[in-house]
């Protein structure tokens, strides 16, 4: 499977962007899918997560209430809403993919997801 992410680019802080990530070509993961991000220095971390088959998303606490995870199950897309966007979002966002979700915390871990996106790059200016 090959995931690929798109939409980043360079907004003043306030603004909005809309990621978007697909499947290119195998069998699409049905489980979950989730936004991670590295800003330079730091560790990739987690941003949002949706079950794919209920549609429920996760939001990491720094993003909750500015960012909305959404999927369309026809086009195998997902998407990350991104509003009120802060200088400390700067990151370069990677979509992942799972079909195997374990526990009800499992959507926050690197370790669930076994696809991956090659990255899109946000710049928020303040």
């Known amino acids: 499977v090959q995931l690929q992410a798109s939409g980043g680019g360079l907004v003043q802080a306030g603004g909005a962007l809309r990621l978007s990530c697909g499947a290119s070509e195998g069998s699409f993961p049905s489980a979950a899918m989730g936004w991670f991000r590295q800003a330079p220095g730091k560790e990739r971390e987690f941003v949002a997560a949706?079950?794919?088959?209920?549609?429920?998303?996760y939001y990491a606490d720094s993003v909750k209430g500015r960012f909305t995870i959404s999927r369309d199950n026809a086009k195998n897309t997902m998407y990350l809403q991104m509003n009120s966007l802060k200088p400390d979002d700067t990151a370069v966002y990677y979509c992942a993919a799972t079909s195997f979700i374990r526990y009800s915390d499992s959507y926050y871990y690197t370790s669930t997801y076994a696809y991956w996106g090659q990255g899109t790059l946000v710049t928020v200016s303040s």
């Open positions: 949706i079950n794919w088959s209920s549609g429920s998303p």
